[in-house]
């Protein structure tokens, strides 16, 4: 016979056992991995901008995504093995009426200063965003409930099957979480020294030169391989390929043609094309203003036909770029398999002969996005060999962006996207009027958007996207160039680059990289 007073002790340790059991999280524990160690040297193709540290504000372009999910982490995410995996959350449901989102946090998640990741910080961080994608989310999302330290609810005005392509993915930044009592104090200090909870803490910057990270060993997915990163600006692709065959640099970031030319052939090197969801396309701002040339639809086919695309494709990356018929890119969902308008030359001069322009036009300014200048001569030199007569403006890229949105670019300009997400969520950014990067708009378009946008059918909702894209080759709203491949240059040290290990991205796994020693 057990003696009372023990047999209640014996019952209050089984009681405390349990209560702890409930407490603790269910995953079991992370066997040893190896410390991080070594360096590994990214040179990047743009100047990195301080504003790409926090993702309150990143355009629709996948670039600041190389340096938001080094430093950062969002509820869920891409990653290798996953579409949209787990991340900050371990776990989120949708309601059977489609009008709530539940997402449970993991329990311990810490910023890098130590301060714990909790549900305040979510929604804080879902508030202040104002990026690519913003307006939607806020004429979607009612309201964001705290309903414990770990949980945390959005509730939608109405079904909007998109929720999770724009804040659940690289559609939009939306879904990264920053430190609530950080970001409050300080916004532009912020910038000069991030905090977030991604597998790299920040150390250093050299505005406009380069930026230094170091791993954080506590990163709740695994330990990384490399313990510091260099993240160096290396504009000029003839440069950052040298540096790749000198060994100052073990990752070279979207070479063009001419730059991998040189080093494909080299057995110590290789060129990974990526797969990430990108495109190029010629932008016409003034096609809405009734006395600009750029109105007259004539003028706009002479543009596409004057392009011979795969000889771009050919210059710009190596044939790894397929010709474009439409600007949502063929590997996201619901896009539209459009054939690309034929290079016809003479077509092209018949058409500005037919709106009034026989000897061509002075089609004035120029503008390429930074970072792809074989791409940009090429498209350039066709322009000008069919008579539409254009001189070069070049920026950098932070600012193309910003008076992107701001709508201070005029002219012609070639621009790209390559965030992922769906065909809706390029309607949205590009094609509807509303669109934080859309010049203008038809209200017939804009209407179909709103239909798309609450059809949960899957069928019904691919055939009003269709016909939105349809509408947008009809009306020449645009001149796609091509579905864009990167090319990246890997060095000898790398022994596992992860490239095109991430659904959409053209950026490493970082904390999955490993190096030789």
């Not at 070279?252 to 969801?277: C, F, N």
Request: with cysteine.
């Amino acid at each position: 016979m057990i003696p009372l007073r023990a047999e209640r002790l014996r019952l209050a340790l089984i009681g405390l056992l349990l209560a702890v059991a409930l407490v603790l999280p269910t995953t079991p524990p992370r066997a040893a991995e190896p410390a991080p160690s070594g360096q590994a040297v990214m040179a990047w193709h743009v100047t990195i901008a301080p504003s790409w540290f926090d993702p309150s504000t990143a355009p629709p372009q996948i670039t600041p995504f190389g340096m938001l999910y080094a430093i950062h982490d969002a509820l869920v995410r891409p990653y290798p093995g996953q579409k949209m995996g787990p991340s900050l959350a371990e776990s989120w449901e949708e309601s059977e009426d489609g009008l709530s989102y539940t997402f449970k946090l993991r329990p311990g998640l810490k910023f890098h200063n130590g301060d714990p990741v909790t549900t305040e910080d979510v929604k804080f961080s879902f508030e202040r965003y104002q990026g690519a994608g913003a307006q939607a989310l806020k004429d979607h999302v009612s309201d964001v409930e705290i309903v414990d330290p770990l949980v945390v609810r959005f509730h939608l005005n109405a079904p909007w099957p998109d929720f999770m392509t724009f804040y659940g993915t690289t559609a939009t930044a939306a879904g990264i979480v920053v430190p609530k009592n950080l970001m409050q104090v300080d916004d532009d200090g912020f910038k000069q020294h991030p905090v977030g909870a991604g597998p790299y803490k920040f150390v250093s910057s050299k505005p406009g030169v380069e930026v230094v990270l170091e791993a954080d060993p506590g990163y709740w997915r695994r330990v990384p391989a490399v313990k510091t990163l260099v993240m160096r600006s290396i504009p000029d692709a003839t440069t950052r390929a040298l540096t790749l065959k000198t060994g100052e640099a073990d990752i070279a970031y979207a070479l063009d043609g001419l730059a991998a030319e040189g080093i494909k052939d080299d057995p110590s090197l290789k060129i990974v094309p990526t797969k990430h969801a990108s495109i190029n396309w010629i932008e016409f701002p003034e096609q809405w203003d009734p006395k600009s040339p750029w109105h007259d639809e004539r003028l706009r086919l002479a543009v596409n036909y004057a392009l011979d695309r795969q000889a771009i494709s050919e210059a710009g990356c190596l044939g790894f770029c397929p010709p474009a018929g439409v600007i949502v890119p063929r590997v996201m969902d619901f896009a539209l398999h459009a054939q690309p308008m034929p290079y016809d030359p003479a077509k092209a001069k018949q058409l500005l002969a037919e709106a009034g322009y026989p000897n061509g036009i002075d089609a004035g300014e120029f503008t390429p996005i930074p970072g792809f200048p074989t791409i940009a001569e090429g498209v350039m030199n066709y322009l000008n060999a069919a008579g539409i007569r254009v001189r070069l403006k070049q920026m950098e890229r932070a600012a193309f962006y910003a008076d992107w949105q701001a709508k201070k670019l005029h002219g012609l300009f070639l621009t790209g996207a390559g965030n992922s997400g769906n065909a809706a969520s390029r309607v949205e950014a590009f094609m509807q009027s509303k669109g934080a990067y859309a010049y203008g708009g038809y209200p017939d378009i804009d209407e179909l958007f709103r239909q798309q946008a609450t059809e949960r059918d899957h069928a019904k909702r691919e055939a009003l996207l269709d016909k939105i894209q349809q509408l947008t080759i009809d009306r020449v709203m645009y001149a796609p160039v091509m579905d864009f491949s990167a090319l990246m240059g890997i060095g000898p040290r790398i022994t596992k680059h992860t490239i095109g290990d991430v659904w959409m991205s053209p950026f490493p796994s970082y904390e999955d990289l490993e190096i030789k020693g």
